[in-house]
């Protein structure tokens, strides 16, 4: 199985040093990314429940934000407090949390892209190699390239990768299709939805037939201006590269050797256009 990446002809040096950007939510073309319905903070479940069911494992992250004058307090006696407060007129604080849910939740669905961005990064691959909208719109009209990489790849099918955010660890490191629907995926806090948060698009972005893979940005192999996040793909992974209907042909060969000089048993294809159809047709470059 294979996977494909688009390139533009303005920037072709993942081919020379293997090192492939994995792009903030925050910059992508697409403004309803990674940007859920927020329907509520807390759902269908109950705010006092929730509190008294995780003051043994979340009450120290608690602890770690608050204001530094309360720090001066004994942990213990601090948590004790908190859940007295709370479980001795849990009516009130039920009704005070439904006000707070109502001002936070439209604040978290603007703010969510420019938090996500700060740690989370994405590859966006395509399972089609053959589609002239991606060549027009993310191979500088046809004259870049399109990458093939082995989707069994070590380095696509990664485990074991922690971050900050243990919510989203598991979906490190392996590449996962989007799925495209009408409606915006809905976010509750204590149901994180992270898969209908990364991987759920517009149903106007199903001809790019996607698969995206997360990482996070702490493990990038270089930082350009500490907003561009490479991440080193290994020769091994790379299968062929196919050179667009425009690509200068002038460039072909100096492009070919810059390749080569990683992996030698990469192939090369030179795309050209269907003479009876509206399709995009594929031959092989001997070199």
Not at 6 to 33: G, V
């Amino acid at each position: 199985m294979s996977l494909f990446k688009y390139l533009p002809s303005s920037n072709l040096q993942p081919l020379e040093n293997r090192q492939f950007r994995f792009t903030q939510p925050i910059e992508f073309n697409d403004p309803f990314e990674v940007r859920p319905h927020f329907s509520a903070m807390f759902g269908k479940h109950d705010i006092v429940e929730l509190i008294n069911e995780h003051k043994d494992t979340k009450f120290d992250d608690l602890f770690n934000d608050v204001p530094f004058y309360l720090k001066l307090f004994p942990r213990t006696w601090l948590k004790r407090a908190f859940l007295t407060l709370i479980n001795s007129n849990p009516d009130i604080f039920r009704e005070r949390m439904k006000e707070v849910e109502k001002k936070i939740s439209p604040l978290a669905q603007d703010s969510w892209p420019a938090i996500i961005s700060k740690d989370v990064g994405i590859l966006c691959l395509s399972k089609n190699p053959e589609n002239i909208l991606m060549w027009s719109h993310y191979a500088d009209s046809h004259s870049g390239v399109l990458v093939e990489f082995d989707e069994e790849s070590e380095f696509f099918n990664q485990s074991g990768i922690s971050s900050d955010n243990k919510d989203i660890d598991k979906f490190y490191g392996k590449v996962l299709p989007v799925t495209y629907r009408r409606s915006r995926p809905t976010f509750e806090f204590f149901d994180k939805s992270w898969p209908d948060i990364f991987f759920t698009k517009s149903i106007d972005w199903a001809y790019e037939e996607e698969h995206r893979m997360l990482m996070p940005l702490s493990e990038a192999n270089r930082v350009i201006n500490d907003k561009i996040y490479l991440f080193e793909i290994p020769e091994k992974a790379f299968k062929a590269v196919y050179f667009g209907v425009n690509f200068p042909t002038a460039k072909i060969i100096d492009t070919i050797e810059s390749v080569k000089r990683f992996n030698k048993e990469i192939k090369f294809y030179q795309a050209y256009l269907s003479k009876t159809k509206y399709d995009i047709e594929y031959r092989v470059i001997e070199s």
